[in-house]
């Protein structure tokens, strides 16, 4: 029986810019299968890599992990992430924008050990690029607040944005060569099999995250 696998209960671990569009999914899941419990803790990568190594989560929704990671990966969608800005900052509209046009901007980071964080920092080392970096924030939801603010730009998953834009609160920078984009995918633990339940929720996320994750970069 599903009970005897998993206690009836699934416990997902997400990264934080799948918080925006993961109940969805588990919603959708949930009305199929009523008779499971789910449970969903958000986190950054690196920490729910260990629970899920751990046995604490049943699998991780995220972007690809480091290679030394013992686990299996699925992409079911692509992860667009993109620069930001105020809705009245200058180079809002402005077309092609080249990264040098940045280097007096104030850069809102997110918080040491965020993946998002990591892939801004690799993305500056290749443009050669110094900025100011002197503001950090700890998760999506304030860095949105400062940019809305006009604190900063910042470089960010499209899905923390999709209110802001559609209600033009932000912007999207034309940067060239922009958006980035990642995956999302499903991982699971390598060495031990997935329960009947775990397999119901993993097929479900193959099959329907492509059109839950969709998300407008502009």
Not at 120 to 136: A, F, G, I, N
Not at 141 to 156: L, N, P, Q, R
Not at 163 to 184: F, H, N, T, Y
Request: hydrophobic share 45%.
């Amino acid at each position: 029986t599903l009970q005897g696998s998993f206690r009836g209960q699934l416990h997902v671990g997400v990264v934080s810019p799948g918080q925006f569009f993961v109940p969805k999914l588990l919603t959708s899941f949930r009305r199929q299968h009523p008779e499971l419990r789910l449970k969903l803790s958000q986190g950054r990568r690196d920490l729910l890599l260990e629970r899920l190594a751990e046995r604490q989560i049943d699998l991780l929704i995220g972007g690809y992990p480091p290679a030394e990671a013992e686990v299996e990966i699925e992409v079911f969608a692509r992860h667009p992430h993109c620069i930001v800005a105020s809705a009245d900052h200058p180079l809002v509209g402005a077309k092609d924008i080249a990264w040098a046009a940045l280097s007096d901007e104030t850069f809102i980071l997110r918080e040491s050990g965020s993946a998002t964080r990591a892939f801004l920092e690799h993305l500056l080392q290749v443009q050669r690029l110094q900025v100011r970096t002197d503001v950090e924030m700890q998760g999506p939801v304030a860095i949105v607040a400062a940019v809305m603010a006009g604190m900063g730009i910042s470089f960010v998953s499209a899905h923390t944005v999709q209110s802001e834009l559609a209600s033009g609160r932000i912007a999207v920078l034309a940067v060239q060569e922009m958006p980035k984009l990642l995956d999302w995918c499903v991982l699971t633990r390598r060495d031990t099999p997935l329960s009947f339940g775990q397999r119901l929720l993993r097929d479900h996320i193959l099959a329907e995250g492509g059109a839950a994750a969709a998300c407008r970069i502009s």
